[in-house]
């Protein structure tokens, strides 16, 4: 029974970990990639497994070609996350020199990876066959674990309450349905294969469920409440909230910070302008002038209130670097930082998008915009521009938020 509990176990653990890194943001193809190969890793271990406790010789060599792909699979997805690491924001020397244990698990991981992988194909040592497939997937798991940590370090987000929080919450609801089904099976149905079977889908279920709740919630209010619309919004208003609080920091200072990471945090914050309960996860919510402008107009002290106050504080840290013009567009080298910011992240325009064709006299700024990026700018032109008025942008907010504390510090001192 220990065998067996060993291996739905690390079943579990991995499925998990990959749709909690999918879920994370499955825009990001690190995260995509590492969720997929754990998810792959995961059906791979439950196949062998059923294989194993089949009876049945033509169904276990059935289940054991359909193992072959998941298991190989994983190998492609770490070489193209290493390719990605590589080509990423964050320099591995940045990396190193801000989270060393996760980059000596990483390569550590790398080396045990390849050898259990090697050993699978050429087993040239008497290691039984399923420790080396539970070795790969303790291997995969580094993997997941490390790549959630990068993640977090580049959004400027706080890992450890929201990892623990899906855990554990994986965890309860795993037992709680998994659980009785192990007890029937202990207490005299036997290690039957149906009954393993429903073992491994309930799992499934319930790591699904514990994953999928947030969007799942969003449906049924949509559908439940769909004569009262302002409860639904207010109710994922408040959602989006608490998905937040839990991944961003408690404080942040700007003056103490390292500069690159300050303004790799404010290109972030820039790019989710758009996307509120993204925004409201960044770690600039915590600015002093965020909490300045609230306090000023009496506002509520909540993530939803700074994340829209941030938004605010950026808009107006991109107006500045506008040219002194009475024009609202230009193509001037002065204009290509402005133009850089302001239309993607403010106005709200897909520079690259051939939706919007319009032609003849009398365009908007944005129009106008439109066909410049779409005739001058390459998109790797515009990202270059994008992070380097970013960097104008963190400046602009480190003396925002060094001023506020100066005023704080003399309203505060002893008049002589």
């Known amino acids: 029974m220990w065998e067996i509990g060993l291996q739905v176990g690390v079943f579990g653990l991995a499925l998990w970990l990959g749709v909690y890194l999918i879920g994370r943001n499955p825009l990001d193809r690190r995260l995509l990639l590492a969720g997929l190969g754990l998810v792959a890793y995961g059906v791979g271990l439950a196949l062998d497994f059923l294989a194993g406790q089949s009876l049945d010789v033509q169904v276990a060599s059935q289940l054991l070609v359909w193992e072959r792909p998941f298991f190989f699979l994983p190998i492609l997805i770490w070489l193209l996350l290493f390719w990605l690491l590589l080509r990423g ?18 390569l550590a991981a790398t080396i045990f990876f390849a050898l259990g992988v090697g050993l699978l194909l050429v087993p040239v040592l008497p290691v039984p066959r399923i420790w080396l497939i539970l070795g790969i997937g303790g291997d995969l798991l580094a993997l997941g674990v490390v790549i959630a940590i990068f993640d977090a370090f580049d959004e400027g987000e706080t890992l450890r309450p929201h990892f623990l929080r899906s855990f554990l919450y994986a965890l309860m609801i795993s037992l709680l349905f998994g659980g009785q089904i ?4 202990q207490m005299g149905v036997g290690e039957r294969f ?45 959602r989006s909230a608490a998905a937040a609080l839990v991944r961003t920091p408690d404080a942040l200072d700007p003056e103490t910070m390292d500069e690159v990471q300050f303004a790799r945090l404010t290109r972030r914050a820039l790019s989710h302008m758009g996307n509120l309960p993204r925004l409201a996860a960044s770690p600039l919510i915590r600015l002093p002038q965020v909490s300045e402008r ?14 829209a106050e941030l938004r605010a504080v950026l808009t107006e840290s991109i107006e500045r670097l506008k040219p002194r013009s009475d024009a609202d567009f230009g193509t ?39 066909d410049w990026f779409l005739t001058t700018v390459p998109p790797r032109t515009l990202y270059n521009w994008q992070t380097a008025a970013a ?19 003399r309203s505060q001192s002893p008049h002589v």
Do not use: C
């Open 294 to 307: 609230l306090a000023r107009r009496g506002a509520p002290d909540t993530t939803l209130e700074r994340a």
């Open 332 to 370: 001037s080298d002065e204009w290509r930082f402005y133009n850089a910011l302001y239309f993607p992240y403010v106005a709200g325009l897909k520079p690259f998008s051939r939706r919007r064709q319009n032609s003849g006299e009398g365009k908007t700024a944005v129009q106008q915009a439109h």
């Open 391 to 409: 960097r104008l942008v963190a400046h602009d907010l480190r003396e925002q938020a060094k001023a506020i504390r100066q005023h704080t510090i």
């Open 89 to 106: 924001e964050t320099s591995w020397r940045e990396r190193w020199r801000n989270q060393p244990r996760p980059a000596i698990t990483l």
């Open 182 to 185: 192990l007890l029937a099976m």
């Open 194 to 238: 149906p009954m393993l079977l429903l073992l491994l889908t309930t799992i499934t279920a319930a790591i699904l469920m514990q994953a999928l709740i947030e969007p799942v919630q969003g449906l049924l209010d949509r559908l439940a409440l769909r004569p009262y619309p302002h409860i639904a919004e207010t109710r994922a208003a408040f």
